[in-house]
């Protein structure tokens, strides 16, 4: 396979790369442009990047845009894999509670629509979860004349506008926040009544986060035997996710938060900032803890480390959980995007696709049999609301609701889930 493919449009240059030492190379200019505009963390070559290397499967796709001066204006971050007859086009980072969209700095029609005709051929097939819906590149791939699409509403995003505010405090002010105040001021009183001591930290320092690492190993353990996910501390992950939060936290932009009771860490957020918006990626608690509401601590602290920080937005990413939407001044929604170049291709991808979703659960179901490999077996709707209760959930790889598919031909809106 060559290293790259090159093709111009009019005042813009097209490559196409396919070998991670050339992603690699790239990686300079690729978090100057993220820089230059909303990017979530899968879109920046810290974490696509430490995906690909150490859980990616089928073909690097990376997609780069330069102008007339040669300038790196656009990305699409995507690879490919095989599946039936078809070429199944993916974001980097498909999985993992990844929001996905294209990068786009400048002239962003022409560069998305470059983008989209590019990748049009008889053999792809789209299938962009978790697609931001107004996100960069969507509304230029609904109007594109190459390509046949299917969109399904998939989650919900909540988010927190911290412009205007000095700290978690004068955020907590507002009359709005009136039950969040009470909440948060009977926890207090509770940990100080009980003689207990409950303090959190922030690590930014990669030098610290081995021994960070090895604090919060038992958290996720306990996590996952309560509620089982996707151990990202356990292999294939653990490589992958070491090797993303070092590269965000030498680049500056890596913030973990560590909840210790007593000295002992009981929870922990993991939080990935690109300019003046921040990303509460991954969370999770130990259940042992679930009294003491670890997930609203974690975010009062969050706010006052974003907002030091120079955060604008902090994003709270998948699920609109109940301790969540307690803290939110705001909301984006996702979709499913699947697209083929003919009609009957979209169909017959969409049953291929089906089938695949189908036994991929399977094997996730048999993975979770105690009588197999004696690990828990699936959470009840009894523990999942324990969960929620104790102000925490993770949010990476979570099995959202699905919502009524909507058409290509106007944006999506909330409808009963199915």
Known sequence: ?????ARATRSLRLNVIERLDDAEALSGEWDELCARVDAGPFST????LAWWRHVGRGDLLLVTVRNGQGELVGIAPFHERRIGRFRVVRFLGHGLGTVGSLISAESKADIEGAIWSWLADDRRLLDLTEFRHGGVGLASLRHSDDWHL????RDECPTVELAGYESATDFLRDPARRNLRKKLGKIDRTLESAGRSLVIDTVTDPDALPEMT???????????RAHP???LLEPPYRPFLVDAMRSAAEAGNLAVLVARLDDTPIAFDLHVRNGTVARAWLGRFDPAAAEWSPGHLLLRAGLDWAIGAGVETLDLQLGSDLYKRRWATSSYDTVRVVGATHGSRLASGRTMLGFAQTAHGVRQQLGRNPKRNGQPPLPSPESSRTEAAAGFSDRSARNRPKFASVSSDGPPGRSRSE
Not at 150 to 153: G, N, Y
């Open 150 to 153: 299917h969109l399904e509403l």
């Open 45 to 48: 070559p810290s974490f696509a």
């Open 229 to 231: 996910r996707l151990h």
């Open 214 to 224: 090895r604090e919060i190993d038992p958290v996720f353990e306990a996590a996952e």
């Open 1 to 5: 396979m060559t290293a790259s493919r």
